[in-house]
């Protein structure tokens, strides 16, 4: 899960006389790195994530401490240490200030003036970069597992190192259009669950474990789900790390889907027959299926510029029911009893058999299956 805000403050905060004033819910906030900043043309910047040292230089320049605070928060910032004592006094640290960090969940730590920033900034960093580099290694980890159907032994001892039990049950959420985690890590932090995230392939991979005791999927998608842009793709829970190859399959199927449909997120438990189909392994086979029933159909359409065959998958949708196809289509109820006449000369059948009507709603599946 990476480096946190409570991991700085614990292993400082009796060496640099550390002290919090607020935002103690936000500790779990993750950091991505230490960055000083002393003005509003830092801003920018900023990538979110980062835990901001400050003397309160920005104060000569009128701008006032609230202010600056709001303006972190809204960068996505995970926290901020002031160096009191020469800009900046700790009675400076208002209950509005407070008030705001604690709805904000940004922890306010304050570290007196003789402390050198850059004796702090330097163990600050050591830090981050081992923890950087064990993020990569898991990350290495992950994405070989992501290929490996089993999982290799080497690779399941890794994960197992890094606190990933083989034996457990995981889902897999492959995010698409996620351009920065922070806001998200922050949220899952606070859950407490344990998880990790990371790029592949242009998107967001969140592998996490499930637990009774933990949050719902419901929970997980109102994080992830902040921005209308982001698509997901979830699959289903695995009993073991060496199913994690399998599983990031049908999470990408989910996705897949969710864009196929236009819609925010696919869960691959609700896919019904597409995870039978999903699960063939022959779709030579699927593609002969499909042909065969709706061949003749497509023929007919493409030289004679009908629209027969989606005239077809609607009524069959419709449960046979002509009234309802008419609607579904906009069209006169008497064109759609002369379509499904036509269609019937066409395939031969006077699809009154529920066996016939299944094949050829099964046609339709596989259709959008490798549409999909």
Request: charged share 20%.
């Amino acid at each position: 899960m990476g480096t946190q805000i409570t991991d700085l403050f614990e292993c400082a905060k009796e060496k640099y006389s550390l002290a919090l004033h607020g935002g103690e819910s936000g500790l779990t906030n993750s950091v991505s790195w230490v960055y000083l900043a002393e003005d509003f043309q830092n801003m920018p910047f900023l990538k979110g994530g980062e835990l901001i040292i400050t003397t309160g230089l920005f104060t000569q320049g009128g701008v006032n401490l609230y202010d600056f605070i709001r303006a972190l928060v809204t960068h996505n910032c995970s926290g901020i240490l002031l160096n009191v004592g020469k800009y900046l006094d700790t009675k400076d640290i208002t209950s509005e200030i407070t008030e705001f960090c604690d709805i904000s969940k940004f922890p306010i730590f304050t570290m007196p003036w003789k402390i050198h920033l850059v004796d702090i900034m330097q163990d600050y960093c050591r830090v981050l970069l081992n923890n950087i580099q064990s993020t990569d290694h898991l990350n290495a980890a992950f994405q070989g597992a992501l290929y490996q159907a089993p999982v290799h032994e080497n690779i399941l001892l890794t994960l197992n190192q890094y606190g990933f039990p083989s034996l457990a049950d995981y889902r897999i959420v492959v995010i698409q259009n996620l351009k920065n985690t922070t806001r998200i890590t922050f949220s899952l932090n606070r859950l407490k669950i344990k998880y990790h995230l990371f790029e592949h392939e242009n998107h967001q991979i969140l592998v996490y474990l499930v637990s009774n005791l933990q949050p719902s999927l419901n929970e997980i998608l109102d994080i992830l789900l902040f921005c209308d842009s982001i698509k997901l793709g979830i699959s289903n829970v695995i009993p073991s790390l060496t199913e994690l190859s399998l599983c990031y399959k049908r999470a990408r199927f989910s996705l897949a889907a969710a864009v196929f449909w236009s819609s925010t997120y696919v869960n691959f438990d609700d896919l019904g027959l597409f995870q039978v189909l999903f699960c063939t392994s022959d779709p030579d086979m699927l593609k002969n299926i499909y042909k065969r029933s709706l061949g003749t159909l497509e023929e007919f359409d493409t030289a004679h510029d009908s629209d027969y065959t989606e005239t077809l998958r609607t009524f069959l949708l419709s449960d046979c029911n002509l009234l309802d196809t008419a609607q579904r289509m906009h069209t006169h109820r008497n064109t759609i009893i002369y379509r499904i006449k036509k269609i019937k000369e066409l395939l031969h059948t006077e699809l009154d058999n529920s066996k016939i009507k299944f094949d050829l709603l099964m046609a339709y599946y596989i259709k959008e299956y490798f549409s999909i």
